[in-house]
């Protein structure tokens, strides 16, 4: 399987603009800038995508772990931050939270860093990678 994305920048870093377009059109010439990485402007950036890409690795990864050690998940989510410090992404914080009929905490505890460590995501960043991790 192969994905792309692409983009287009007009102008310098700081005063111009792009567009992200992915090959599914989810992102259909998505504005960024400047001003929506490094402020609050209106747009995407490449950490918020990056954050979302380890957030859906992972938690599709942590119900293939779940499923096969033979319980369902009910629900599982997770929320991805991304740290952007002096021009290098320095780490990828996942918080999950899940529920799972049957599963205890500590079973919930060892299929988690399983999907933190084997998500295709995760394997692809050179950088730390922490979680928290709550069954409910």
């Excluded at 989510?77 to 999950?96: F, M, P, Q, R």
């Excluded at 050179?126 to 069954?135: G, K, S, V, Y």
Aim: glycine share 8%.
């Amino acid at each position: 399987m192969k994905r792309f994305a692409s983009a287009n920048w007009q102008g310098t870093g700081k005063e111009g603009k792009g567009t992200l377009t992915s090959q599914s059109t989810v992102l259909d010439k998505t504005q960024y800038s400047y001003s929506s990485r490094f402020e609050e402007g209106v747009g995407t950036n490449p950490e918020e995508l990056v954050a979302a890409a380890h957030a859906g690795c992972f938690t599709m990864k942590l119900s293939f772990v779940i499923s096969g050690a033979g319980f369902t998940p009910g629900n599982i989510d997770t929320k991805c931050t991304i740290a952007l410090e002096n021009g290098a992404i320095t780490s990828s914080h996942l918080e999950v939270k899940a529920s799972v009929p049957g599963l205890t905490a500590e079973q919930f505890a060892e299929m988690a860093a399983d999907a933190k460590a084997n998500c295709p995501i995760s394997k692809l960043y050179n950088t730390e990678i922490t979680m928290d991790a709550t069954l409910v």
